[in-house]
T-cell receptor
Framework: GNSVTQMEGPVTLSEEAFLTINCTYT??????LFWYVQYPGEGLQLLLK?????DKGSNKGFEATYRKETTSFHLEKGSVQVSDSAVYFC??????????????FGQGTILTVHP | IAGITQAPTSQILAAGRRMTLRCTQD?????MYWYRQDLGLGLRLIHY???????GKGEVPDGYSVSRANTDDFPLTLASAVPSQTSVYFC????????????????FGPGTRLTVL
């Protein structure tokens, strides 16, 4: 079945530091890939997405590139802010078989940014 | 109503009691989903519905049931709650549950925090 593995957290950074959160996946076919963000006390919000190999999703200074050769979708931001403190989830949407259409999530990475 | 609403916001429940978590969306999305969020495990799919009148089992369906009588509502019922069902429950919806080629973005509600004692 499909699976998503995120780097272990939590991650603690100082403001303006560079952020990378690793995400790798296992899936059949050509899944779509997503990063969701959950701010304290809220539900999940879509941060960015990529639907085919070599696509780059970007939003709010965050970027992630769909790398089929390494089955990865790492999240990066060049300069984090305190307001980026949240939980980040990598997810994939199944492309075939019984997993079609459903989202599979990674375990989440807690990011804390200090001033 | 704007987006997805869930009720209640939080609930403490005695083991063995029956509980229904409510979810309503006003976006006319075809597909709806229920997830539970547990620390270190991310979100796991409980049940889903690709369209009104149909439902399916997700990754962790045992102990839960759902119904989809209309497009807007997707209640989740715990027939006899157990402490392992203590979790945060999220409802989500999307407008392309089964159409190939769609990115199938899911929109999430604010969650229900359930504690079973």
């Amino acid at each position: 079945g499909n699976s998503v593995t995120q780097m272990e957290g939590p991650v603690t950074l100082s403001e303006e530091a560079f952020l990378t959160i690793n995400c790798t996946y296992t899936a059949t076919g050509y899944p779509s890939l997503f990063w969701y963000v959950q701010y304290p006390g809220e539900g999940l919000q879509l941060l960015l997405k990529a639907t085919k190999a070599d696509d780059k999703g970007s939003n709010k200074g965050f970027e992630a590139t769909y790398r089929k050769e390494t089955t990865s979708f790492h999240l990066e931001k060049g300069s984090v802010q305190v307001s980026d403190s949240a939980v980040y989830f990598c997810a994939l949407r199944g492309a075939g078989g019984t997993s079609y259409g459903k989202l599979t999530f990674g375990q989440g990475t807690i990011l804390t940014v200090h001033p | 109503i704007a987006g997805i609403t869930q009720a209640p916001t939080s609930q403490i429940l005695a083991a063995g009691r029956r509980m229904t978590l409510r979810c309503t969306q006003d976006m006319r999305h075809n597909a709806m989903y229920w997830y539970r969020q547990d620390l270190g495990l991310g979100l796991r799919l409980i049940h889903y519905s690709n369209t009104a009148g149909t439902t399916g089992k997700g990754e962790v369906p045992d102990g839960y049931s759902v119904s989809r009588a209309n497009t807007d509502d997707f209640p989740l019922t715990l027939a006899s709650a157990v402490p392992s069902q203590t979790s945060v429950y999220f409802c989500a919806s999307s407008d392309a549950g089964g159409i190939r080629g769609q990115s199938n973005e899911q929109f999430f509600g604010p969650g229900t925090r359930l504690t079973v004692l």
